[in-house]
């Protein structure tokens, strides 16, 4: 597999989302929300989609929105739906999600990326714009949420969720890819530092606080913990972010274990997708494809101790239903 060989050979840039149409509730983009219409694409191993994953459990939206879940291990032509039966998503019809992205645009030459959102009548993609998606799961979608939903982006908190998210995104969520495909010493060590610098702040910030921004759960939380609850997993050995673990690190440890607990976000995820991804897809970081055996996931289910600070997970909402 070529492709996957050049990861760690090369300057690492995160694309940007080509396909940006939005769906909302009044339909401007040409795309309304609308029950039962739209299939979310993700991968399990991906940071990016678990957001999504997350959010939809969250908001109850399980019957609104169909979800297709992919193989974690990529060949050449990126995501494929290899764990359905006769290798082809039931729903959409297709082998892989490439298929949706040419519907959409015949050549397309860039990369196909998860999580998206493919039209089912047509067959077509709608958006792979990772970072409006759940946004708009949030706010456009809202006639089809689950009572008792939360509110995730809360409008008097927004500036404040953004700024939070903002700094996470670049030195935390990016930041352990760039650390981890650095092809020189001097941009692996600059990337290095930006992850634990901001971590560190993150970790200070949530002493006193349960959660990121506010009393309640909020996007930003759900954007780091997609990456925190990687950390040990792949980030610090595979990627080479190795100052201190995760469970080295009291607060952000007991964060992570807080919201692993919570409903829709521990249930969401797949500890085996996600290492069979990174260990065996990265051939340019890890040639000989050995998926480590730990670390020993039983500890995200010990005590945490986070109730006494407060908070209200889901505000004046409800925990989705267990599953």
Same mark, same amino acid.
């Given at each position: 597999?070529p492709g996957n ?7 690492f840039?995160?694309?940007?989302s080509h396909f940006?149409?939005?769906i909302t ?6 795309w ?9 694409v993700?991968?399990?191993a ?5 957001r999504?994953?997350v959010?939809?459990r969250?908001?109850?939206?399980e019957?609104a ?9 990529? #060949?050449d ?13 039931p729903?959409?019809?297709i082998?892989f999600?490439?298929?949706?992205? #040419? ?6 030459p ?5 999580p998206?959102?493919v ?7 709608v ?7 759940t946004l ?9 949420h689950?009572?008792?939903? &939360?509110?995730?982006?809360?409008? &008097?908190l927004r500036?404040?969720?953004?700024e939070v998210m ?14 981890g495909?650095?092809?020189e010493?001097?941009?692996y ?5 930006d992850?634990?610098a901001?971590?560190?702040?993150v970790?200070r910030?949530?002493?006193?606080q349960r959660y ?8 930003a939380?759900?954007r780091l913990? =997609? ?5 040990d997993?792949?980030y610090?050995g ?5 100052r ?5 690190d009291p ?6 274990r807080?919201l692993?607990?919570? &409903?829709?976000?521990?249930?969401t ?11 065996q ?6 040639? =000989? ?18 109730e006494k600070?407060g ?6 909402? =409800?925990? &989705?239903?267990?599953?």
């Open positions: 597999m060989a050049s990861y760690g050979k090369k300057a840039k995160r694309s940007r940006t149409d939005r509730a009044d339909g401007r983009d040409g309304p929300v609308e029950a039962g219409r739209y299939r979310l993700v991968s399990k991906c940071p990016w989609a678990s999504a994953l959010v939809r969250l908001l109850g939206l019957d929105l169909s979800l297709a879940v992919t193989d974690p291990i990529q #060949d032509r990126s995501w494929r739906f290899t764990l359905d039966p006769d290798d082809r998503d729903v959409l019809g082998r999600l490439s298929e949706a992205y #040419d519907a959409r645009e015949t050549g397309y860039g990369g196909v990326s998860v998206a959102i039209d089912v009548p047509s067959g077509k993609l958006t792979n714009d990772y970072q409006q998606l708009d799961l949030e706010t456009e979608w809202t006639a089809l689950r009572d008792g939903a &939360p509110d995730l982006y809360p409008e &008097p500036d404040e969720i953004d903002e700094g996470i995104y670049r030195d935390v969520n990016n930041g352990v890819y760039r650390a495909f650095a092809s010493q001097d941009a060590e600059e990337a290095y530092g992850v634990f901001r971590l560190d702040m970790s910030r949530l002493a006193g990121l921004v506010g009393d309640t759960i909020a996007e939380d759900v913990f =997609t990456t925190l609850v990687r950390f997993a792949v610090h595979h990627f080479k972010c190795n201190n673990k995760l469970a080295e607060v952000l440890w007991a964060y992570a807080d692993f607990q919570t &409903p829709g976000f521990g249930d995820v797949d500890f085996d997708h996600i290492k069979r991804h990174y260990y897809v990265h051939t340019g970081i890890n040639p =000989t494809r050995i998926v480590p055996l730990g670390p020993d996931p039983s500890g995200w289910l010990t005590p945490h101790g986070r600070l908070g209200r997970p889901f505000g004046d909402g =409800t925990p &989705p239903a267990p599953r």
